[in-house]
């Protein structure tokens, strides 16, 4: 008999995060049939010895190389067969009741094909990212120019249930049947952008995406080397590809402004970050200081 949940977790030279999501999903496991996987992308730490040794239960696919999220996901994905798929960041520390709870609502809401859940920073605020709109051309402008609340759905209540379009990769409870009705992540994303993607296709399957109000922590970024230039471009790459994909077909006078915003958006990326590279090589002590 297959499981209810199967938690699928990527990771990269995380160790001391993904000991302490593993422990949180073990505690919010706790009376559901479930099981994990962690996909370890080629990690040079101390990841997969800290898997043998504190984590035995735990299925882990070790590549020999980063072959990307997506796909290092799509690999566990297939070796699972539960009723349902959780992608978890390994970033993340998962609240005890939010599992139960967010199976609970799928399971009274057969039309939901994925739901994402109250995503909380370090300090305890709720992150915007919880909730997204599609990044429609018109949306993705209004984005690019600093309005956010339209992309970021800001007139839905923190603590009631509500219908959203994006789920976030960073809690992404998926349905097995919609999965398998829509397909999986789109490896053309090597990093970012493919949980838009697979929200957007699931829509376009009939299903529905939810926000749940249950809580994890996120420690975002903390995964990633954001100051690096392979962040900048892999990011705005994902971009590209998503419109591209998705928004191709419309005339040059819709699709080249979001274009060029987006190349605006990632130039403007890089030079904040070389900038600050080179005020810290200017003023190094102040950087020193600034730490303590």
Request: proline letters at 4%.
């Amino acid at each position: 008999m297959a499981k209810k949940i199967s938690i699928v977790i990527v990771s990269y030279n995380v160790s001391r995060l993904l000991d302490e999501c593993l422990q949180s999903v073990a505690r919010a496991l706790e009376g559901v049939d479930g099981e994990v996987y962690v996909v370890d992308n080629h990690s040079v730490d101390d990841t997969l010895e800290m898997l043998r040794q504190r984590h035995p239960e735990v299925h882990v696919i070790a590549n020999e190389q980063n072959v990307g999220f997506a796909r290092a996901n799509n690999q566990a994905i297939r070796m699972s067969a539960a009723e349902y798929v959780l992608l978890l960041n390994p970033d993340t520390v998962v609240y005890e009741p939010t599992l139960r709870g967010v199976l609970d609502f799928m399971d009274r809401h057969p039309e939901a094909g994925g739901a994402g859940v109250r995503m909380r920073s370090r300090d305890g605020q709720p992150a915007p990212e919880s909730r997204r709109a599609l990044p429609t051309p018109w949306v993705a402008m209004l984005k690019m120019l600093g309005a956010t609340k339209r992309y970021y759905m800001s007139h839905l209540s923190w603590d009631e249930p509500g219908q959203i379009e994006v789920i976030s990769g960073a809690f992404c409870l998926l349905r097995r049947k919609a999965l398998d009705q829509v397909g999986l992540l789109d490896e053309d994303y090597f990093m970012y952008g493919e949980d838009i993607d697979l929200s957007y296709r699931l829509l376009k399957g009939g299903w529905q995406n939810w926000y749940v109000p249950y809580d994890i922590i996120h420690y975002k970024g903390e995964s990633t080397q954001k100051s690096s230039f392979r962040y900048v471009h892999t990011f705005y790459q994902a971009m590209l590809i998503f419109f591209r994909k998705h928004y191709g077909h419309l005339s040059l006078l819709f699709s080249l402004p979001v274009q060029m915003a987006i190349y605006f958006r990632a130039s403007l990326a890089l030079l904040q970050m070389m900038l600050d590279r080179l005020h810290r090589f200017v003023n190094p002590n102040k950087f020193k200081r600034s730490k303590l």
